[in-house]
């Protein structure tokens, strides 16, 4: 396998990995948010009243981040990084 | 001069912070001196205005790369403040707010959504976009796929998604124009088309980015103080976010005690148009699974589709830059949007609650109607009481509001000076303004790159080609303002239909671009024109009491819309032979950061 071929599984295992929590977080747990909203979250607010005005949001932040380092770091890897003055 | 601009930012926007606070001081000062409320909201509407034009003046270029993209060197966390006013439009400042407090939990789907979407943004598209290194979203559908048609398939898509999104833009404009400067809503539409246009028609992208950062500044001041200031004012916290759990679970209660009683239509054929009462509880969930799940689902898609959020990464310095600016861009979206739940659950409460000074749920009507407040609102018709049961108090059904008065009323009702009421004005109109620019210029320079440049006269200089985008950009705002003088959807209804029209036609096209090498012309096209046409059919059916299918409504047609995209896109594409080799090299080329960029 080339190493662009590598390169490539890579970011995809990667981006696999990103959408699975993304979809936690803005479909799963919805499926659940009667339930889930009889139960205290941070601060007291109810649970799913939490996620949807500060939980799923920060941690799409969080998230967007995290993959932002994780991309640079194999991107790196692999020789295909930008130089710094690109 | 040009390097020192970009090194001077932080101490450039640094002081315009500091002068723009000074301003909201003096006018504080101007108050107690006795300023009258109407020359207060002009001099912040005026003066707001003035500096966003002066901006764009010196931003003036007669560069293509500056003009289409800014010259590729907004660095990663201004590049996310743009973004940042760029995507909270009118909407999202004076009606968010308003619709988490009348529809609670099935509208806080919108906040999932149209947060969620940057995550699709950060991973499926941006940084290849930014690769490409294409001037428009239709540059890279064109030359991706090949040939004129799927180039000017996408500008019809990007047309009809953003058209629908600008017009209500110029129309929020218009509306707090028209109540800060005391016009008729008619001449207040162009008031603030001319306003969007001298941030936009001299610089092209340059002067939008840099008034776009003013604007992120002003606006997210003018949403985050009167939010913590109530907060104290009525005693429910410092900060807010962290402190409102007594305050939600009390309006929990006063539900309970109050009952949502129903009013008959005949007593509803009383109330103003547009003025809604407390229907649904707040923080309980009070919609199904799915209803919920949809819609966050087709703003998500629609997030990822709209051209005007996209193209703002094609001016990052690099593909690394691109990735960290998305999470820029959404950590400033997220100081906004995690409030706006806070100032419905405050406004609600000071409101509903007896036991507050402010509350007005419970005592008598005449007393309601005796307020300074309630007859400033009443006039302006965003607020109306009836006493339908005939018992002299006002119950929770007797009460309506205007959407737009919880972000612009609840101020005053908390007893806050009139100051930080044209604080709000001023941040209203920078949120609708950013948004408008953004949209009318993706617009103006998709028909001026890629169907005048690239389709009619491949050898027009760069003179030329700016002086045919800045006239598009004219008749496009013009456009814009005629429609919205009409007044035909309500600010939210037509914003919600720009993603679903924007993910019908783009969603799949744009990713599968990037991630599925099989992809090619012929896919694209299907994808792009059955998609659209399907999603326009969908809503059109929808809408003259079609029944719908499998609870798709006309706020997430693009569901089904991109679904039929996706499904023609990929069925044609492997019917048809695959994409060259040179195709193939150039899909490569943009998985990987480093070397050239492809155009």
Not at chain 2, 94 to 121: E, H, N, P, Q, R
Not at chain 2, 217 to 228: D, S
Not at chain 2, 488 to 493: F, R, T, V
Not at chain 2, 557 to 569: E, K, N, R, T
Request: one cysteine or more; hydrophobic letters at 50%.
């Amino acid at each position: 396998m080339s190493k662009q071929e590598q390169h490539w599984e890579k970011t995809r295992g990667l981006l696999f990995v990103t959408l699975a929590i993304w979809f936690v977080f803005s479909i799963g747990i919805f499926l659940f948010g009667a339930e889930m909203n009889e139960v205290g979250g941070p601060f007291g607010y109810p649970l799913t009243y939490w996620f949807t005005c500060q939980g799923s949001l920060g941690i799409f932040v969080i998230l967007i981040f995290w993959f932002a380092g994780r991309q640079e770091k194999i991107d790196e890897e692999f020789g295909f990084a930008e130089r710094e003055d690109d | 001069m040009k390097g020192n601009f970009i090194d001077n930012l932080p101490k450039v926007y640094g002081i315009y912070t500091g002068g723009f606070i000074g301003f909201i001081i003096i006018m504080a000062i101007g108050e107690q001196m006795g300023m009258t409320a109407k020359a207060i909201g002009i001099c912040f509407v005026a003066f707001t205005i003035f500096i966003y034009a002066l901006i764009g003046w010196l931003s003036r270029t007669a560069q293509a790369d500056a003009y289409y993209v800014a010259g590729r060197q907004v660095p990663t966390v201004f590049n996310g403040m743009a973004t940042a006013a760029d995507w909270m439009s009118g909407a999202s400042f004076v009606a968010m707010a308003g619709g988490i407090y009348f529809k609670g939990y099935g509208y806080m789907a919108l906040l999932v959504g149209w947060t969620g979407g940057y995550v699709l943004v950060a991973t499926l598209l941006a940084p290849y976009l930014r690769k490409f290194g294409c001037y428009t979203v239709p540059d890279f559908i064109g030359t991706r796929y090949g040939g004129n048609l799927t180039r000017l398939l996408a500008v019809i898509v990007l047309t009809v998604a953003s058209f629908t999104y600008v017009t209500a833009q110029i129309n929020a404009t218009g509306t707090i124009a028209s109540v800060a400067l005391d016009i008729p809503f008619q001449y207040a539409v162009y008031v603030g088309l001319v306003s969007i246009l001298l941030c936009s028609m001299l610089g092209g992208m340059r002067g939008v980015t840099w008034t776009q950062v003013a604007q992120y500044i002003v606006l997210i001041i003018a949403y985050l103080l009167p939010v913590f200031w109530i907060s104290n004012e009525i005693g429910a916290g410092f900060f807010p976010h962290f402190m409102l759990a007594d305050e939600v679970a009390r309006i929990g209660e006063l539900e309970q005690q109050y009952g949502f009683v129903k009013n008959s239509a005949a007593d509803l054929a009383n109330v103003p148009k547009g003025l809604a009462g407390i229907t649904k509880a707040h923080s309980a969930v009070n919609a199904t699974p799915w209803a919920f799940i949809s819609l966050a689902l087709a703003m998500m898609m629609g997030t990822a589709s709209l051209p005007h959020v996209m193209m703002r990464y094609f001016t990052t310095p690099s593909v690394k830059a691109a990735r960290k600016s998305v999470g820029w861009s959404l950590f400033f979206i997220f100081l906004l949007y995690s409030s706006a739940p806070m100032l419905a659950t405050l406004s609600k409460l000071s409101l509903i609650d007896p036991t507050l000074p402010t509350g007005i749920i419970g005592k008598s009507i005449a007393e309601v109607q005796a307020i300074d407040w309630y007859q400033n609102w009443n006039q302006a018709n965003l607020m109306f009481v009836s006493d339908f049961n005939g018992n002299g108090t006002l119950e929770l059904n007797e009460f309506f509001m205007g959407g737009k008065a919880v972000v612009l009323a609840t101020p005053e009702i908390a007893g806050l000076p009139y100051v930080i009421s044209g604080l709000v004005a001023a941040g209203g109109m920078a949120a609708a303004m950013s948004t408008a620019d953004g949209l009318i210029l993706a617009i103006a320079n998709a028909i001026s790159h890629d169907v005048y440049f690239k389709m009619i006269d491949p050898k027009a200089e760069t003179a030329k080609r700016l002086t045919v985008a800045r006239v598009l950009l004219v008749v496009i705002g013009f456009a814009g303002a005629t429609i919205a003088a009409m007044e035909i959807q309500g600010i939210l209804g037509s914003v919600i239909w720009a993603f679903d029209f924007a993910m019908s036609g783009l969603f799949f096209p744009l990713v599968l671009g990037v991630w599925w090498k099989r992809a090619n012309r012929e896919g694209a096209i299907a994808g792009m024109a059955l998609g659209l046409i399907s999603g326009f059919a969908y809503l059109i059916w929808v809408r003259n009491g079609g029944s719908g299918f499998l609870g798709i409504t006309q706020l997430t047609f693009g569901i089904f819309g991109s679904a039929v995209s996706l499904v023609a896109m990929v069925v044609v594409s492997l019917m048809t032979s695959a994409p060259n080799a040179a195709t193939q090299k150039m899909v490569d080329n943009v998985r990987v950061p480093s070397g050239r960029s492809v155009i």
